[in-house]
């Protein structure tokens, strides 16, 4: 079986530019968090959607932003990047009871 | 490879030791948590989980004890390898949470030969 997959898996943007990052979960997947994760602050959580709805989120600013389809795929934008936006962004998916698998992140740079 | 953390504290053990990690977490109204290890340039990998109504668990070479008591988590790693260099988070959550894991700041594993 896949697993959780990223694209694109490096991205270089500029401040002020807005980004799009996708996450395909594992197939039979529902739920689909995100987080971020920069070596001053660790991993924090971001968002989660469930069958294309936000069932949770976490304490960024509204820059950030998610959907999920209805396929589960899902994005994540991040708009006006600043320089603290630079990070590993993952993306998780879970079966329901199970446990969460993480993809291998997007490394987003931005200058 | 991906830094994760350039400021993480590290345990350095000799292959075939034991390894014991610690974290300390934050609600003591968390209710399941997980510890992950982290490779370079990869996500987070699921190793083991231990619910709040249990103690101890152990799985294939790792065993994970829990003290609500002090908020505090412990990972031991039995004959430790060199595949087990990398990094290990342990991540609490609360039923009534979501899928919302909070993670610890992680510990830095390095294995000698």
């Known amino acids: 079986k896949a697993g959780v997959t990223q694209t694109p898996r490096y991205l270089i943007k500029t401040r002020g530019q807005q980004v799009t990052l996708s996450c395909s979960p594992i197939?039979?997947?529902?739920?689909v968090s995100w987080y971020q994760q920069t070596p001053g602050q660790g991993l924090q959580f971001l968002f989660e959607?469930?069958?294309?709805?936000?069932?949770n989120k976490g304490n960024f600013p509204g820059r950030f932003s998610g959907r999920q389809f209805s396929n589960s795929r899902s994005e994540m934008n991040v708009s006006t990047l600043e320089l603290g936006d630079s990070a590993l962004y993952l993306c998780?998916?879970?079966?329901?009871?199970?446990?969460?698998?993480f993809g291998p992140g997007t490394r987003l740079t931005v200058l | 490879g991906e830094s994760v953390g350039l400021h993480l504290p590290t345990l350095s053990v000799q292959e075939g030791d034991n390894s014991i990690i610690n974290c300390a977490y934050s609600n003591s109204a968390s209710d399941y948590f997980i510890w992950y290890k982290q490779e370079s340039g990869k996500g987070p990998q699921f190793i083991i989980d231990?619910?709040?109504?249990?103690d101890k668990r152990q799985g294939q070479r790792v065993t994970v004890l829990l003290n609500k008591t002090v908020k505090h988590l412990s990972l031991q790693i039995a004959a430790t390898q060199p595949g087990d260099s990398a990094v290990y988070f342990c991540a609490e959550t609360l039923k009534a949470a979501g899928n919302k894991l909070t993670f610890g700041g992680g510990t830095r594993v390095l294995v000698k030969p």
């Open positions: 959607y469930f069958s294309e709805t936000q069932r």
């Open positions: 998780a998916s879970k079966l329901r009871g199970g446990e969460q698998f």
């Open positions: 197939s039979g997947h529902r739920s």
């Open positions: 231990i619910r709040s109504n249990m």
